[in-house]
């Protein structure tokens, strides 16, 4: 009986989670493959150059922070091997990522099984914002591009 209930409760909670992140990812990909995303991030140039980063870390951005660091590493990767993205860039956005990655897909799992998503998405959005902008005034500028 215990083991039934346990694993009826497994499934329910990756019903949850799926229920997440499946809708997320699919979104997304769609979103990457319509023509124009890119020139849509243009509004976001500012805050991206506030944070050391030039608009071509705006889909590895967007990746990691909806859908986690895995997902947006491999936006990441091919981005900067595009040369859209400068080295410096490259490692600035890696930096934020592995501070505020997956912050809509985390706060909305750990909100379906009873967490407070301000608690949860606040210190790691903080955080990432304050050292990404710390490092971007410190580490050397090199070449704009590739």
Same mark, same amino acid.
């Given at each position: ?12 909670? #990756?019903? /949850?989670?799926?229920a ?8 997304? /990909? ?10 849509r991030?243009?509004p976001?140039a500012g ?5 050391? #980063? ?10 990691g922070? &909806? ?10 990767? /091919? ?11 490259t ?10 990655h ?7 799992l750990? &909100? ?9 998405l606040?210190?790691?959005? #903080? ?18 591009a590739r």
């Amino acid at each position: 009986m215990i083991l039934l209930d346990s694993l009826g409760r497994a499934l329910i909670t #990756l019903g /949850q989670v799926a229920a997440v992140i499946v809708p997320l990812t699919v979104g997304f /990909q769609v979103l990457k493959d319509r023509s124009g995303v890119r020139s849509r991030l243009g509004p976001y140039a500012g805050s991206l150059r506030r944070l050391g #980063l030039g608009e071509g870390a705006g889909v590895g951005l967007a990746a990691g922070v &909806v859908l986690g660091i895995v997902y947006g590493a491999g936006i990441l990767i /091919q981005e900067s091997r595009s040369g859209r993205m400068t080295e410096r860039e490259t490692f600035l956005l890696a930096l934020f990522l592995c501070t505020c990655h997956a912050v809509v897909e985390d706060t909305l799992l750990f &909100v379906a099984v009873g967490g407070h998503g301000g608690w949860i998405l606040g210190p790691r959005i #903080l955080l990432a914002l304050l050292g990404t902008a710390v490092l971007a005034r410190i580490l050397p500028r090199g070449p704009s591009a590739r």
